[in-house]
C-alpha cells in the first residue's frame, strides 16, 4: 500500500510541476465559472418577468435545479477534453522517457503501478473540483438559495463520471508512446460514449434501450437531477474497474512482446 | 534444473529469448558470484541489452530460467527484484523531479524503512558525488551527472547484485574515469555484471568476460586467460607500393600454411596493404622478405605487431571461435 501511494504522489505532484495540469485546472476553474455565472443570471432574468420567456407562473422553477442541474450537466462536456489531456501523460509520457523501464525493475507489481497511478489523477481530478464550492459559498453569501443534497450529488455524479473518464483516458494512455496520440484517442473513445445516449432519440427498437444504458451520460443525468440510484454507481464502478483491468492487461503485454 | 547453486548470486539458465522468429539469446548460460565484476561484451545487436532487461526482470525470457540469490526471477519477482540495482542503457528519469526527490521516491518503491530513509540516500548521494546536487532538477543535469543520478538510483536498499548496461557510453573522459572507479569499488562486495563495446574498459574493471554475439556466447574466461590468449597471437602488416603486385603477394602469402585471416586494403596512394595473424613463435618475416624479394615484389614495409583484444574479439565475431580456447 506504501508503494501505491509513492506512486499515487508523485503522479500528483508532477500534474503540479508541469503547465498542462495548471493550466487545466485554471481553465476548468475559469470556464466553470462562466457557466455558473451565465445560469444564475439566467435565472435571475427569467425570475422577474416569467411570462416573456413562455412561462405562465414562476412556481415551476426549482431554483437548485435551473442552476446546478444545468451547471453539472454543462460541466460534463468539458470532461471530454479535460480528460484527454490529464490522461495524456500518465504512460505514454513515461514509455516516450522511457522511465517506465526502470519502474518495472523494481519490486513492485503492475497492480501497484496501475493502481498508484490511477489514484494520483483522481486526486488531481478531486482538487479541481475543490475550488467549485467556493461558487457555492459566493452563492450562498449573495442570498441564493438551493438545496445541500441534489448539489453533493451532483458533485457526486461529476468525480464518477470524471473517474471514468480518467480510467478510459490511462487505458489508453497505456497503449501509445506519444501523448498527442493517447489525448486524440481518449477523446474519440468518450465521444463515441457520448454519441450512446443520443441513440434513443434517432432510433427506435429493443438495442437502442442497450446503448443508452452503455452510456455513462444516462447514468449521470440521474445525478443531476438529484437522484441517487444503485444501478448508476454500480455502472460506474463497472466502468472504472473494466478499464483499470484493460490497463492492467495493456502493460502486462511487454510479457510478450519486444 | 530448478537446482540453484546457492553460492552464485546471478544465474542464467539456458535462457532463450525470441522476438518473432528472430532470437535475440539464444540458449546462454552463466553464473556470477560475489565479488565479480563480469564485462559483458558485444558488438551493438549482439543481444546486451535484451540480457540485460531479462536479468533485471523487466521481461522474462521465451524459455530457461535466471536465478538471482537462487530465487526465480520470474516465479518470485518481488523477492528477485528487491536484490538487483539496474542502471539502464539509456538513464531516463524523470526530468520534473529534483534528484533527492527522485532518491527518495525509488527508496519507497524499494522498501527503505522511513526511519532510515533520509540517512541511506544521503550516504548514496555522497557516494556517487551528488552531495551538492540534491536540490537540482534532473532535467537540467548534465549527461554524467544524470549517470550519478542513475547509478545512485540502482544502489537504493544496497542490492548484492549490480546490472550496469553500457555505464560509461556519452561521458567524457574524467568522467568515465570517476565512473570506472565507483563501479570498481561497488564490486568489492557484490555481483556486478556490466555491458559494454569498449574494449579497454573490460580489461581495466573486469575480473572475467563474456563475449556474445547474435544471441549466443561465443567466449568466456577471466582477463589473465585473455591475456595468454593476446600472447601466442600475433600480426604481421606489410605495405607494397606498386598495386599491381597485389594478387601475386596474396597468392605468395596464402601458400604459407601457418598464416591465417589473411586480408588486403587499397591505401589512397595506391598503396597496398596486407596483414595476417599467425603464432610468435614462428618469425616469418625473413622468409616473406626472401619469398617477395624473390618474385620482385614492390616491398615497402614489413611490420609485426601484438594482437590487441579488439583483434580477438573482432576474429571472433568472423569465426564464431579462436582455437577453441575459451569454453
Known amino acids: 500500500m506504501r508503494k501505491v501511494l509513492t506512486i499515487a504522489r508523485k503522479e500528483f505532484s508532477s500534474c503540479f510541476h508541469s503547465w498542462v495540469g495548471v493550466l487545466m485546472a485554471t481553465f476548468f476553474f475559469l470556464a466553470s465559472g462562466v457557466f455558473f455565472v451565465i445560469l444564475v443570471l439566467s435565472y435571475a432574468k427569467i425570475s422577474t418577468n416569467p411570462q416573456q420567456y413562455g412561462l405562465s407562473n414562476f412556481s415551476g422553477i426549482n431554483q437548485t435545479q435551473y442552476i446546478f442541474g444545468s451547471f453539472f450537466s454543462n460541466l460534463s462536456i468539458m470532461l471530454l477534453f479535460l480528460a484527454p489531456i490529464l490522461t495524456m501523460r500518465s504512460f505514454s509520457e513515461e514509455r516516450r522517457q522511457e522511465t517506465l523501464e526502470l519502474l518495472f525493475t523494481y519490486p513492485l507489481s503492475d497492480f501497484e503501478i496501475v493502481a498508484g497511478k490511477q489514484l494520483g489523477i483522481l486526486c488531481f481530478f478531486a482538487t479541481l473540483l475543490l475550488p467549485l464550492s467556493g461558487y457555492l459559498a459566493v452563492f450562498r453569501s449573495t442570498g441564493g438559495e438551493f438545496e445541500w443534497i441534489p448539489v453533493l450529488l451532483g458533485f457526486l455524479g461529476f468525480w464518477l463520471l470524471g473517474s471514468a473518464y480518467l480510467a478510459a483516458g490511462v487505458f489508453i494512455s497505456s497503449l501509445t508512446k506519444s501523448p498527442v496520440v493517447s489525448a486524440l484517442g481518449t477523446f474519440s473513445v468518450l465521444l463515441v460514449f457520448w454519441i450512446f445516449d443520443w441513440v434513443k432519440d434517432i432510433a427506435t427498437g429493443p438495442w437502442t434501450h442497450i446503448f443508452s444504458e452503455l452510456s455513462p451520460l444516462a447514468h449521470y443525468k440521474n445525478f443531476t437531477l438529484g437522484i441517487l440510484d444503485v444501478q448508476d454507481m454500480v455502472f460506474f464502478c463497472f466502468f472504472f474497474f473494466y478499464f483499470l483491468f484493460l490497463t492492467l492487461r495493456s502493460i502486462e503485454t511487454r510479457n510478450w512482446k519486444s | ?327
Do not use: W
Open chain 2, 1 to 327: 534444473m530448478n537446482n540453484p547453486d546457492p553460492s552464485s548470486l546471478i544465474q542464467f539458465e539456458n535462457v532463450s529469448k525470441k522476438y518473432g522468429s528472430f532470437y535475440a539469446l539464444r540458449d546462454v548460460s552463466f553464473e556470477i558470484k560475489e565479488g565479480e565484476i563480469v564485462g559483458f561484451l558485444g558488438p551493438n545487436g549482439a543481444g546486451k541489452t535484451t540480457a540485460m532487461r531479462i536479468l533485471s526482470g523487466f521481461f522474462p525470457p521465451t524459455s530457461g530460467h535466471v536465478f538471482i540469490r537462487g530465487v526465480d526471477m520470474f516465479k518470485h519477482p518481488h523477492e528477485a527484484k528487491q536484490a538487483i540495482g539496474y542502471l539502464p542503457e539509456t538513464v531516463s528519469l524523470y526530468p520534473d523531479m529534483k534528484v533527492i526527490e527522485y532518491l527518495r521516491f525509488v527508496a519507497k518503491l524499494k522498501g527503505v524503512p522511513a526511519y532510515e530513509l533520509q540517512g541511506h540516500i544521503r550516504s548514496r548521494m555522497s557516494f556517487c558525488g551528488l552531495q551538492d546536487s540534491g536540490h537540482r532538477l534532473i532535467g537540467r543535469l548534465s549527461k554524467g551527472y544524470r549517470q550519478r543520478v542513475g547509478l545512485a538510483q540502482a544502489l537504493v536498499a544496497d542490492p548484492p547484485v549490480l546490472v550496469l548496461d553500457e555505464p560509461t557510453t556519452g561521458l567524457d573522459p574524467s568522467q568515465i574515469k570517476e565512473i570506472r572507479e565507483l563501479i570498481r569499488a561497488l564490486g568489492q562486495n557484490r555481483a556486478v555484471i556490466l555491458s559494454t563495446h569498449i574494449l579497454p574498459e573490460v580489461s581495466m574493471l573486469c575480473d572475467r568476460v563474456i563475449m556474445i554475439n547474435q544471441g549466443q556466447i561465443l567466449a568466456s574466461g577471466t582477463v589473465p586467460e585473455l591475456a595468454s590468449c593476446l600472447k601466442d597471437r600475433e600480426a604481421i602488416h606489410i605495405r607494397i607500393l606498386d598495386n599491381q603486385d597485389r594478387n601475386l603477394a596474396l597468392k605468395l602469402l596464402g601458400s604459407i600454411p601457418e598464416v591465417e585471416a589473411l586480408k588486403a586494403e587499397e591505401e589512397v596512394s595506391g598503396e597496398t596493404f596486407i596483414s595476417f595473424e599467425t603464432s610468435p613463435e614462428l618469425d616469418l618475416r625473413p622468409r616473406i622478405m626472401k619469398l617477395f624479394v624473390e618474385q620482385g615484389i614492390s616491398l615497402a614495409e614489413i611490420q609485426r605487431q601484438q594482437l590487441t583484444l579488439e583483434d580477438i574479439f573482432l576474429g571472433l565475431l568472423k569465426t564464431g571461435k579462436l582455437g577453441g580456447r575459451f569454453s
